[in-house]
């Protein structure tokens, strides 16, 4: 695949940005499997503006193959983008043409979701594999370092990353997720998946059935600021996301994931810290953010950003592409020295009087923290804490 062929691929995202008709239109007949990789399938993609998808084979190492898309110039720095829950790379549709200017940009269905490979079992999902995988999967690209985006999930995987892969990973963008220390701490009863949603996943079965039901109204409650926009393609969007969840085991991978994750902390006991430049992007009305897990997650990473994006919930880079989008590549192509700051005793300042569930503060980008440490970094194995886990 050449690069003029990518880049006119791009192009046309950036033009149309809608799914495949006929996609659209299977999913609606309730034909429940995609088959992206048909010749039909490559055509309608193309002809409907569809970046062309490649794969990537992993099956020398771990018998794993990922499906993602590939857009920008092979010899610029490589961005990796990790979709979140319940999503696939079709969430980076507003930042793939942005980034793609400036980046090679590699947008993955992570194990379990999309066309990517969908182990059932528990164990291969375990923190160790999943971060082993994304490893070998950027190398596969010939390069020896990238930057990192996710959301959500892919937020909690991008953390593990820069965590146990520092010197591999150059910056690392979070998007509505704070450090995994912190996340699950207090999940907010008016979250689609809130704890005990949680504690429901861990049962066999049940909740990937509970997700088909009622016509996938968990995709309905999930993307809710879709519904609100009724634009022919937002409406698109909604069928595509309820076609790539709409059998049994497009759920069980996804949801093996949070069988897992809760129960997997970063071991803080010698106070070390993430090297990896960092900025957390919220949306000033997203449930699952507190102040207080911000301020946490600041505590463990040397060179820590926010960006509040207002008017956004807990899908800010879907819902305001254009700001998220602009924080990114100033956060990408700025210097330290050209990052707005906000002291400390100003932020707390700002802060008081609404400490809540929900983030209702100012839309500016602050430098939370700034420390310096002497600690030597442990290895790896001393990094990762195990609480409660099973081995199902």
Not at 210 to 222: M, Q, V
Not at 331 to 357: A, D, Q, V, Y
Not at 367 to 381: E, I, M, Q
Request: hydrophobic share 35%; net charge positive.
């Amino acid at each position: 695949f050449s690069k003029n062929y990518n880049n006119e691929c791009l192009n046309q995202l950036s033009r149309s940005g809608k799914p495949s008709a006929d996609w659209v239109d299977r999913a609606r007949k309730g034909k429940r499997r995609r088959r992206w990789r048909t010749a039909e399938a490559r055509r309608v993609e193309e002809s409907e503006g569809f970046m062309n998808p490649r794969c990537a084979g992993l099956d020398r190492l771990w018998g794993v193959k990922f499906h993602y898309l590939e857009a920008g110039s092979r010899d610029k720095p490589l961005i990796l983008l990790l979709h979140g829950f319940p999503d696939c790379w079709f969430s980076w549709r507003e930042q793939i043409p942005c980034l793609a200017d400036h980046y090679r940009v590699i947008a993955i269905d992570l194990k379990g979701f999309g066309d990517s490979d969908k182990p059932s079992t528990k164990r291969s999902y375990k923190i160790e594999i999943l971060v082993e995988e994304l490893k070998q999967f950027i190398l596969t690209f010939g390069v020896k370092q990238c930057s990192i985006i996710g959301h959500d999930l892919g937020g909690l995987l991008g953390w593990y990353m820069v965590a146990l892969y520092e010197d591999m990973i150059y910056k690392f963008v979070t998007i509505s997720c704070p450090h995994p220390n912190f996340y699950w701490n207090r999940l907010p009863g008016n979250f689609v998946f809130d704890s005990k949603w949680i504690h429901f996943s861990r049962l066999p079965f049940l909740p990937e059935i509970d997700a088909l039901k009622e016509d996938l109204s968990i995709i309905n409650d999930t993307y809710q600021h879709l519904q609100l926009d009724q634009t022919s393609n937002t409406k698109n969007y909604m069928e595509a996301y309820k076609y790539a969840f709409s059998r049994k085991e497009d759920w069980t991978g996804a949801i093996n994931y949070y069988r897992n994750l809760p129960f997997i902390r970063l071991s803080t006991e010698s106070n070390e810290l993430i090297y990896t430049r960092t900025l957390l992007i919220i949306g000033n009305m997203d449930p699952l953010v507190t102040i207080e897990n911000i301020v946490q997650s600041s505590e463990y990473v040397e060179k820590f950003n926010v960006k509040v994006i207002s008017g956004a919930q807990h899908f800010p880079h879907q819902q305001k592409p254009d700001a998220v989008n602009k924080a990114i590549l100033k956060f990408f192509m700025g210097t330290t020295n050209t990052l707005e700051k906000t002291p400390p005793k100003g932020i707390m300042t700002s802060w008081l009087g609404s400490l809540s569930n929900t983030v209702k503060y100012g839309n500016h980008m602050f430098d939370a923290v700034h420390k310096k440490t002497s600690g030597v970094v442990n290895v790896l194995p001393t990094k990762v804490l195990h609480s409660g886990q099973t081995t199902n």
